[in-house]
Structure formats: structure tokens, C-alpha cells
């Protein structure tokens, strides 16, 4: 039995660690790299596939919206579009871009425990970021995404490193961020375009499917708790180098205070809440210090796996990890004296 629960968790732990260990990994750059064109491709139905499926990832709230009026469309939750945080049609370096995605999946991922494909990663946007339902597997829709994803990530080799994915891993302040701060910031900086009340700006009237000029922040019609936006440390990285918008990891706006304060105060107010978010990161020792529900490992308070400060929740996580690979470790070698053992009574 111990034998076996070791062998899992190695398992686990590799799977965790270097899916690609074996090989040195090509490196791809998005900063400065030509943006796939769909005008280059050729007429055709990879093409139309490849046009409707940016109108999808665009327009998302016109197509899978809930204000859409095939009620069987109705998959996404909330009104907003995929690239009103994927921007530039999934194309922003350190802004979630899709280049390359095609290429890093399937993939293990902590929230699940397990390996994940590119299906299944857009569905885990579709019930947080877009707080509705999965899109079946064989969904038109679904093939548009993938097809989209799979163009955008032409030319970039299975298991590439890419610098410019995900969003970009700087630093942040080393204290409990300050929400009363981070209001003066969303004053000055954010409530022109997003609203005083966070609730964005409509491009028409409610019922009419056409989304947003300026997409909410907080309130019924965003993204849930559950979602990558609803972890301090991803969104204050996120907002950094995109927002307000016009902003890039080459001409920021915020500073890393500002960027950090503004964030706890947008995730301070009231969203949608996902269900059994207590089921998420299964195993519970990769769970991210940010994710603001429980159960809690570390000993921390609910505060601040929500506020920070978070650099001695990183320590705390990074001694815990050493602790599960000594045990490992010392767990293997007993059950290899064990095995050495049945076999010389034999
Ligand atoms: C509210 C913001 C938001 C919206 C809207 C959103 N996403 Fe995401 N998405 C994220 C964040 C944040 C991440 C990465 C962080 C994480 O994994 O927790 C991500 C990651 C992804 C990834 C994996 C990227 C990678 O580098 O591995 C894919 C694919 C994806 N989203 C697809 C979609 C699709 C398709 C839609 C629309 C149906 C969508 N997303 C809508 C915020 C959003
Ligand atoms: C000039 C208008 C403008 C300003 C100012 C601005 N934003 Fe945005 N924001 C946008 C638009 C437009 C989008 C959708 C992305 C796109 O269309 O490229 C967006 C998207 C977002 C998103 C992801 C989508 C969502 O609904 O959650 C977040 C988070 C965000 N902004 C936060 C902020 C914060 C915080 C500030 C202030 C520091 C800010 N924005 C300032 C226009 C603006």
C-alpha cells in the first residue's frame, strides 16, 4: 500500500515538475514577433474556421453570451469577450496570449491534478473567467477555439519555452496590500473607462447581447471568484503591464504599489461565486498562496492568503515542498529495504 501511494506521488511529482525534462527545450520569444496574420492564409475552410473563431474570442458575448437568443448558445455566464483580458485577439505578450498554447498542452495543471488538454483549459475559462457553463467537447464552438488557438501557435515547437506567456512574474510589494490605497488609485486611473462602480460600460442596453465598451470589474456580470482574475498575485501582474489600457510590459503605467493596491480593491468587491472551489487544487501542497479559499495549508490567515503579504506564504510554501520530497525520499528508501528484505527471506 505505501509502496503504491509512493509510487503515485512520484508520479505526481514528476508530472509536476519537467513534463519535458529529457530534451533542452526550444526557447520562443512573443516580444517582437510578427503576430500570425489570418489575412496570409489562404481562402478556404480553415480560413473561414480561423475568421469565425476571432469573432468568437472577440465578440464572445454576441455568439455564446447569455443575452444571445438561441438559449442553447447560452454557454458563457457574464457578458464579457475572451479578449477582454486575452488582448489583442490573444496575441499580448503578458497578457494570457494564446501563441503557443497549442504547443505547452496537454499539460499538468494543479487546479485539476492532472493532466489537462487545451479543451479542457478553455473550459476552465468558460465556468471562471466567463462564470458559465463547459462548452461540450464536439461543440462547433469548441473546434472554432481550438482551430483559432492552433493558428495563432503555428511555427512555435511542442514543448517551447516562450517568454512573454502567461503574464509577466515581477516582484510585489512584501506587506498586506491596502485597499483604501488602491480605491484612490481606481479613482485616478480606472473608474473613466470601468465606472465608479466597477460595473463597465455598456456598448448598448441590457438584453441586447452586444457586450461592453468597457468590460466590469466587479458585480453580477464578471468573472467569478474561482477565476485566475481573482488571485492577487496573477491580476496585480496582469494589471501592471496592461492596464489602464494602452499600458505594456515596455510602457507601464502603475507602479508596483499602485498596481498591487488597486488590484485588492477591485477583488474587495462582490463578483459571482463559484461552487466547491474547496475541490480545486486537489493536492493541496501546489495550491498557489494567492488562491483566497479553503482549505488553508500554510497555518496563514483567510486574510492573507487574500491581502498578503505574500513573500513569507512563498517561504512557507517553498519549505513545505522540501518537506513532502524529504518524506519522499526516506519513504522510497524503506520501501527498498523493505523489497530487499522479502526478497533475501525468500
Ligand atoms: C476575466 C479574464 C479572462 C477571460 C474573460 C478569459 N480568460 Fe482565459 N485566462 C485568464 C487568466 C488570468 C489565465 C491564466 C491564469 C491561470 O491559469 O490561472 C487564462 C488562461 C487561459 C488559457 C491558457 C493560457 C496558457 O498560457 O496556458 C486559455 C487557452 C484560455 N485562458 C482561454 C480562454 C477562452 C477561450 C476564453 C473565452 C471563452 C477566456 N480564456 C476568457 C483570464 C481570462
Ligand atoms: C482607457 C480606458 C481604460 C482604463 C483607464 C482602464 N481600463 Fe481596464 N480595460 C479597458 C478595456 C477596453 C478592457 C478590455 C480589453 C480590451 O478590449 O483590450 C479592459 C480590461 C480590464 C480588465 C480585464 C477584464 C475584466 O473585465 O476584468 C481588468 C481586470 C481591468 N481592465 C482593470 C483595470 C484597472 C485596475 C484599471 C486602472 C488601473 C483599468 N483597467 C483602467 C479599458 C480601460
Known amino acids: 500500500m505505501n509502496v503504491l501511494k509512493t509510487f503515485v506521488v512520484t508520479i505526481l511529482a514528476l508530472l509536476a515538475t519537467a513534463p519535458w525534462a529529457a530534451e533542452p527545450r526550444p526557447a520562443v520569444n512573443l516580444i517582437g514577433r510578427p503576430v500570425p496574420q489570418i489575412e496570409s492564409l489562404p481562402e478556404g475552410p480553415f480560413r473561414a474556421l480561423v475568421v469565425q473563431a476571432h469573432e468568437l474570442s472577440t465578440r464572445t458575448f454576441a455568439v455564446i ?84 488557438i492552433a493558428f495563432l501557435s503555428q511555427g512555435v515547437a511542442v514543448g517551447a519555452q516562450i517568454e512573454g506567456a502567461a503574464v509577466l512574474q515581477s516582484a510585489v510589494p512584501n506587506r498586506r496590500a491596502d485597499v483604501k490605497a488602491g480605491s484612490a488609485v481606481y479613482d485616478a486611473k480606472c473608474a473613466a473607462c470601468h465606472g465608479a462602480d466597477g460595473l ?30 481573482n488571485r492577487l498575485l496573477t491580476t496585480t501582474r496582469f494589471i501592471r503591464q496592461n492596464m ?20 485588492a480593491f477591485m477583488l474587495s468587491k462582490p463578483r459571482p461565486i463559484k461552487a466547491h472551489l474547496e475541490n480545486d487544487f486537489p493536492a ?63
Open 284 to 346: 493541496r501542497w501546489n495550491k498557489p498562496i494567492d488562491a483566497a479559499f479553503p482549505p488553508y495549508m500554510l497555518g496563514a490567515t483567510a486574510d492573507q492568503h487574500r491581502y498578503g503579504p505574500f513573500p513569507p506564504l512563498a517561504e512557507k510554501q517553498r519549505r513545505m515542498a522540501e518537506q513532502r520530497k524529504s518524506d519522499m525520499a526516506a519513504a522510497k528508501a524503506r520501501a527498498a529495504v523493505g523489497a530487499a528484505s522479502t526478497a533475501a527471506g525468500k
Open 65 to 148: 453570451g447569455p443575452e444571445v437568443k438561441d438559449l442553447r448558445k447560452r454557454y458563457a455566464g457574464n457578458n464579457l469577450a475572451c479578449t477582454s483580458c486575452h488582448q489583442a485577439g490573444g496575441t499580448k505578450p503578458f497578457a494570457m496570449p494564446w501563441v503557443g498554447v497549442t504547443a505547452s498542452f496537454p499539460q499538468y495543471r494543479g487546479r485539476e491534478n492532472q493532466v489537462s488538454t487545451v479543451e479542457e483549459r478553455i473550459n476552465g475559462c468558460m465556468e471562471r473567467s466567463m462564470n458559465g457553463k463547459p462548452l461540450p467537447l464536439d461543440a462547433p464552438e469548441m473546434k472554432a477555439f481550438t482551430t483559432y
Open 244 to 263: 489602464p489600457l494602452g499600458a505594456s510590459h515596455t510602457a507601464t503605467v502603475l507602479d508596483d504599489d499602485e498596481a498591487y493596491d488597486v488590484t
Open 200 to 229: 463597465g460600460k455598456r456598448t448598448g442596453r441590457p438584453g441586447d447581447a452586444l457586450g461592453y465598451m468597457f468590460p466590469p470589474l466587479w458585480g453580477p456580470d464578471t468573472f467569478n471568484n474561482g477565476a485566475g482574475m
